[in-house]
């Protein structure tokens, strides 16, 4: 485990620090290891493992190496209050995207298998066949074909489906047709009985499950967000359901978690809310990534996943 003794500044309100303490022990001989309530010497914090910035900021770790997302993503951080010139890296590691591809799989074989419309007939005691149909005649148009979303389209691939995947640069994934643009995304989900948004939020992604967008859907597509709440908008969905244009949804996550118990997604007989399940993180899976770019920042070394701020998030560092 070499000479290291990383201090490490540890925050979140979702995870728990007994769990990363003791993951982080599994990987360094000697480390420091601090919360909030107890940073002795914040000139001698490395790195920051973070979810959130904490309401105290991070400018007093005036000697802070690396900043380090406990999440798939960095938007949940707010962003303007991260301290310029430290890199941030998000975490990715095999374990979480396995888990978004058994929730993939998962909800398109309800839409596949319509055990939405089952689930519907039997609370109204109703025995009506609909005949079932082959993975091949079922098209999945998947937003984003990044470290998850290319998991998720070769996993439906190998299952038969017709897969289709949209990605900012070209890509090449066997067996999976893939478009850019704009103009390349109205084609896919034209084409798609399922569409499955997992996207990160960027400034250009934000809101991009839009009335717009759900004009060149087919009639009856199913919609599938396992991304983020704020790519939809989520008046335009309820519209395209009452007009037909999506037959049902499962919304992973949604503008404001907890849903709040007013909203018209909850009791709608075509949306499943799950609570932001899809991924999940564990210390004990995830602790060998954040352990391989601490070592990284201790040394100087570019991080892993280290994010683009100015490209992906219109934040000049
Ligand atoms: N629900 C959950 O529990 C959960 C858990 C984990 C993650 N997530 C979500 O999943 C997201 C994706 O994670 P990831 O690790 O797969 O991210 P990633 O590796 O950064 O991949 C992002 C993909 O989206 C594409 N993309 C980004 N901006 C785009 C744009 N403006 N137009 C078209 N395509 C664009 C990228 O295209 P290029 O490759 O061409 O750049 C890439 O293919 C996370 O950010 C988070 O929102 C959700």
């Given at each position: 485990?070499g000479?290291?003794?990383?201090s490490?500044?540890f925050h979140?309100?979702?995870?728990?620090?007994d769990?990363?303490r003791a993951?982080?022990?599994?990987q360094?001989?000697?480390?420091t290891?601090?919360?909030?309530?107890?940073?002795?010497?914040?000139?001698?914090v490395?790195i920051?493992l973070?979810?959130?910035?904490?309401?105290?900021?991070?400018?007093?770790f005036?000697?802070l190496r690396?900043?380090?997302?406990?999440?798939?993503?960095?938007?949940?951080m707010?962003?303007?209050?991260?301290?310029?010139?430290?890199?941030?890296a998000?975490?990715v590691?095999s374990?979480?995207?396995?888990?978004?591809v058994?929730?993939?799989?998962?909800?398109?074989?309800?839409?596949?298998?319509?055990?939405h419309l089952f689930?519907r007939?039997?609370?109204?005691?109703?025995?009506a066949?609909?005949?079932?149909?082959?993975?091949?005649?079922?098209?999945v148009?998947?937003?984003g074909l990044?470290e998850?979303g290319?998991?998720?389209?070769?996993?439906?691939?190998?299952e038969?489906?017709?897969?289709?995947?949209?990605s900012r640069?070209?890509k090449?994934?066997e067996?999976?047709?893939?478009?850019?643009?704009?103009?390349g995304?109205?084609?896919?989900v034209?084409?798609s009985?399922?569409?499955?948004?997992?996207?990160?939020?960027t400034?250009?992604?934000r809101h991009?499950?839009?009335?717009?967008?759900?004009?060149?859907?087919?009639d009856?597509?199913?919609?599938i967000n396992?991304?983020?709440?704020t790519h939809?908008?989520?008046?335009d969905?309820?519209?395209?359901?009452?007009?037909?244009?999506?037959?049902?949804?499962t919304?992973?996550?949604?503008?404001?978690?907890?849903l709040?118990?007013t909203?018209?997604?909850?009791n709608?007989?075509?949306?499943?809310?799950?609570?932001?399940?899809?991924?999940?993180s564990r210390?004990?899976?995830?602790?060998?990534?954040?352990?391989?770019?601490?070592?990284r920042?201790?040394v100087?070394e570019?991080?892993?996943?280290?994010?683009?701020l100015d490209?992906?998030?219109?934040?000049?560092?």
């Open positions: 485990m000479d290291l003794k990383p490490i500044f979140s309100a979702i995870d728990s620090p769990e990363w993951a982080l022990a599994t360094f001989d000697d480390f290891f601090s919360v909030s309530s107890g940073v002795g010497n914040p000139e001698s490395d920051a973070i979810w959130t910035v904490p309401e105290e900021g991070l400018e007093r005036i000697n690396a900043i380090l997302s406990l999440g798939a993503g960095i938007d949940q707010n962003l303007g209050r991260l301290p310029k010139q430290v890199p941030i998000r975490l590691h374990s979480l995207a396995r888990t978004m058994d929730y993939a799989k998962t909800a398109v074989y309800r839409y596949h298998r319509r055990f689930e007939q039997s609370r109204n005691c109703r025995w066949f609909i005949p079932p149909t082959l993975t091949a005649d079922t098209s148009g998947i937003l990044g998850i290319r998991e998720i389209a070769l996993a439906l691939r190998r038969g489906f017709d897969v289709r995947g949209w640069t070209p090449q994934l067996g999976v047709i893939t478009y850019t643009s704009r103009d995304l109205k084609t896919m034209g084409c009985n399922i569409v499955l948004n997992v996207l990160p939020l400034d250009e992604t991009i499950l839009s009335r717009d967008l759900f004009a060149q859907f087919r009856g597509t199913c919609l396992m991304g983020r709440g939809l908008v989520e008046a969905l309820l519209e395209a359901i009452a007009s037909g244009k999506v037959e049902a949804a919304l992973d996550v949604t503008s404001v978690e907890p709040p118990p909203h018209p997604f909850w709608h007989g075509s949306i499943l809310i799950t609570p932001h399940v899809a991924g999940a210390a004990m899976t995830a602790v060998a990534t954040i352990a391989a770019n601490i070592r920042a201790m100087g570019r991080l892993l996943h280290q994010v683009d490209r992906d998030h219109g934040v000049s560092q």
